[in-house]
């Protein structure tokens, strides 16, 4: 057993379930629980010793006895030197050293002493951490955003740490910002706007794609290379160069401030990226199939419908589901485009909302709160095709 | 024969494209193209409007004279800057009356006055006042009068289609004091928030690439932050950093971490002091570049996920027998494995990040030190109102947009060679 090792063992150990706890005290205080430091030294130092004790114990009694042994050991611990805290809260301690004490019962003398079994551990605790991190990080700002939207302004600005949600309020004073947001604000009818334009998107967007893609698949024709590359060029210009040339020429043939000209400009700007993940799809269909309805006396539109379509249902609603994504959550043309209330879409509506004069800012988050789930919902359930269809068409962004 | 398929294959193709191309075209490169007739050009937002001859009609009873009644044409030219030629004016009456006396502009026959007004120069104001009386002593039905609406009609030059052309949005775009700063602020962005977002991708992909509960739950929330419309995620951003009532400084302050609250979205400098060296640290530009990493490391996440999952088992069970580390495995095998796809991911990033526009435009509206090219385009087309001159920088874009497609092209035919 090197002495190296059993040293990174303890410190990072203890380290680790110190950065655990630390988040769970954050957690803590973000639910309005003054709680104002994070006891290091005093729980680091607790930390090592546990873990030198889990070391010696080894394997000499149950693992699940001395491991509930030591859970309890700490949170007793973290008991007595934090003071008035709610029974949860110690709760909470108890299963996160559970969980820390199961992790670390694996590592026994054995264990530590083969070689890089200090750099195994490190990955290994670093891998946990990282997962811990990263969901907290990510999952904060959307956790935040349907809080706020709960909340009133005067208990924002009472305690700006305060998230918790309160229950016992019932539910038409919890969700009052929603009625206001629907009904002082208009948010039907933007919502209605962009699903009216993003499925429209859609819709254009594939009835345009799905036969230039088959060309591009199947068909020999005179420039077909230039074609294919000449689509991802294009794919790659962004919004912000074209936002002035159709500004201009939408304010004058009038087409600012309707939905149909930002149908056009969707359909546009989404149609490469459709037409090449699809064309992409149709070339892995066996040709036999086609020329087998060749055969049967289909034309080309035959084939399309009858062989290729149902063939290819898969990417095509991925397809379908990024175009519908890209459409809902556009912003640029959005607010280029739209300056009367009357033809705003829901992104634009937020920004509107945001700009005007001081909207409290749990509308704002109501607002957000209406824009961002339905699309998380659409990713949840269809998370395959639509990350198939990000990884295809994820050149853009 | 087969020529004959040939040629039917061929028109098909032609025409199972032409929509798609014609598209494109119309929305996407023809405005490229006019980018640069519009960037040599001395518009701005407010010459865009069409200038149009306007009358409002105001209908008034002449006083002990009911069979009389007197129409007023408030006529105006639209346009403070542009004149309109060749103004036509026509209008429509009841059956009944018929005008007094009218001067030689105008003529009326069967109900109908037709005039022609002449040109109008720019802010131009006329009254037009006609006296008629009714000539079958029925009473004149005012309301009847006013449903009627005038129609007018003029010649005006638009100025986009003029052929007057200048150098002046160039020479103001690169003589401006502040387009180096400009040029140097969207590299910094683009670069570190390119980079950024991939160090996360790997990290985020490794810690994925292994087996623990809830692993694919793991990795749809990982892409939450790709998936959700920015509009919400930067407001949600911008509530969290408020440096008084926002989530973040609070939490801080809460633990001692900071003293004071910092402006984090709106504060340019701060100076950080690292073993006794001043650093200045461009405070505003780099939460906007974390705000940028956050939001677009699960994609490098999802294509280097893909790439590890396809990395060969076998590799890693040799490198365990000739007693490799932790550390040796990623450097030697990993990291191979992933470099072709962390290039093309870093070049397709970097172009998209030169380009971006929205989640600075959101987050500090180009204050505070974060004004990038794409945010300039929008400032100087909108705000400023110079469309000239927002055209100028849009060009300087994709300038800058064919070099790195240039080298990106170049990169992936050198790949393609490679395999």
Redesign the interface.
Known sequence: MKIKNILTYCFISSLFLFSLICIWKILVTLQGIELINFNFNKLFIFGIILCVINLLIGKKFNLNIKLIILALLFSTFDYFISINLPIWYSFGIFLISLFFFNTIKNYDKNFLSKNHSSQKLFFNFLTLFGITLFSFVILFPFYMMLVTSFKTQALLLLNPLDFSINFAQGLPELFKSYFIVFKDYNFGRYMLTSTIVSLGTVIITLIFAIPAAYAVARLNFFGKNFLSTSILIIYLFPAIVLVIPLYTIFSQLGLRNSIEGLLIVYTATTLPVAIYMLQGYFKSIPKELEEAGIIDGQNWLGIIFKIILPLSLPAISSVALYVFMIAWNEFLFSLMFLDRPNTFTLSRAIQFLNVGAETPRQYLMAGSVVVTLPILIIFVYFEKYLVSGLTAGSVKG | MSSKL?KI??R???L??L???L??F???????F??IW?SFKN?ELKD???PEPRAKKLVKSIKDNPNQIKIIYKLRNSSLTQEITNVKFKDKYPDNIEPISLNNKCQFKSNLLKCELGNWPKKYRENLEIIFQNTNNQEISKKELKSYKPKLSGKSQ?I?LTYEFTLNNFKKVIKDKAFIDLLSTTFYYTFFGTIGAIVFGI??A??VN?K?FGRTF?R??????????????A???E??LDPT???LN??LI???IIDGPINLLGQKYVTLNILGFDFKLRLALTTVIIFEI?R?FP?AF??IL?RLQAVPKELYEAADVD?A???QKFLNITLPQILAVISILFM??F??NF?K??DIF?LTGGASGTRTL?IN??QQ??SIGD?GM??AV?IV??VF?LIF?FIYFKLLGKRADEN
């Open positions: 040939a294959e061929k098909t193709a032609y199972l494209i929509p798609s191309v598209l494109v119309s929305i996407i490169l023809f405005p490229i006019s980018n519009i518009v865009l409007r069409i638009n986009l990290l985020a490794q810690m292994q623990f793991m749809s929330v990982l892409l939450f932050p790709y998936v959700a419309p920015v509009v919400a995620l407001y949600t951003w509530l969290l009532s926002g989530t609070n939490l809460n633990y001692q956050w677009y994609l999802l294509f893909a007693g580390n932790p550390i397709i990033r172009i998209w380009n526009f929205e959101l794409p385009v929008y087309g909108f469309i927002g055209s849009s874009i994709v947009l497609m």
